[in-house]
């Protein structure tokens, strides 16, 4: 059963840092691309960045260039994503999913990031 953990998030001042971890059970992760992904109450459900199987691509959406970086272990089975100069615009729960560029399906409980001043 493919199974996710997300871990990491919290309650962060604008411009302040958060990284988070998604541990990953249930299938060949080294052989998957992965994605993140988040629930906001302004955009739902909104694709966040993908990486390759051997995390040698990454791809990003616009509002997170240049300030979120997503990675992967391959001998740990996680994935990572290291969010740095949070916005308010940023907050809600962060999921990994399956597959690049990819939302759905959602199979873990999430990570929630709060910010707040």
């Known amino acids: 059963e493919v199974q996710f953990v997300e871990s990491g998030g919290g309650l962060v001042q604008p411009g302040g840092s958060l990284r988070l971890s998604c541990a990953a059970s249930g299938f060949t992760f080294s052989a998957e691309s992965m994605s993140w992904a988040r629930q906001t109450p302004r955009k739902g459900l909104e694709w966040v960045a993908s990486?390759?199987?051997?995390?040698?691509?990454?791809t990003y959406t616009d509002s997170v260039k240049g300030r979120f970086t997503i990675s992967r272990d391959n001998t740990r089975n996680t994935l990572y994503l290291q969010m740095n100069r949070l916005q308010f615009e940023d907050a809600g729960v962060y999921y990994c999913?399956?597959?690049?560029?990819?939302?759905?399906?959602?199979r873990g409980q999430g990570t929630q990031v709060t910010v707040s001043s």
């Open positions: 999913v399956r597959g690049f560029h990819r939302t759905l399906p959602l």
């Open positions: 990486i390759s199987s051997d995390g040698g691509g990454t």
